[in-house]
């Protein structure tokens, strides 16, 4: 893995259109201040498996769209938060449908689904910094 100022800076992106997640994970690459590891996983099943086969001390942050394939968004969060609860990654939430209050309360940030790609990436990275200090 690798680090930023000590701590481990490894982010997973979740999409189900796997075009728009390889673009979030490179443009992820291209704004953070370090060099980060971005996986990327195509619905929540996958994200599950991926984040089990690897540590889950160094998971800082899940980019999530709501609309996936066999669970939401919301419903990998608390999958996340239910088998890992002594980890704190950041969640941030990718979506064009209103999502309800119980699911927004566990995302740190919810964004509407745009072609700014990069603000998008670069606002995670603002936020990662943030609660790194």
């Given amino acids: 893995m690798v680090f930023h100022g000590g701590e ?8 189900d ?11 992820l690459r291209s704004v ?8 990327t996983a195509p619905d929540g099943n ?3 498996l991926i ?20 669970m939401t968004g919301g419903e990998l969060a608390q999958h996340v938060a239910d088998q890992w609860p002594e ?3 950041l969640f941030v939430l990718w979506t064009k449908k209103i999502v ?3 699911v927004s309360d566990r ?3 919810i964004r509407a689904k745009s072609p700014d790609i990069s603000d998008f990436a670069g606002a995670i990275n603002e936020m990662l910094l943030a609660h790194r200090s």
């Fill in 8 to 15: 481990p800076l490894y982010i997973l992106v979740v999409d």
């Fill in 17 to 27: 259109d796997r075009a728009r997640g390889q673009n979030i994970a490179r443009a």
């Fill in 32 to 39: 953070c201040d370090e060099e980060i590891e971005v996986l």
């Fill in 46 to 48: 996958t994200a599950l």
């Fill in 51 to 70: 984040i089990a086969e690897n540590p889950i001390e160094e998971l800082s942050a899940i980019v999530t769209n709501y609309g996936l394939p066999g």
């Fill in 87 to 89: 980890v704190d990654p």
């Fill in 100 to 102: 309800p209050e119980v």
């Fill in 107 to 109: 995302f740190r940030m």
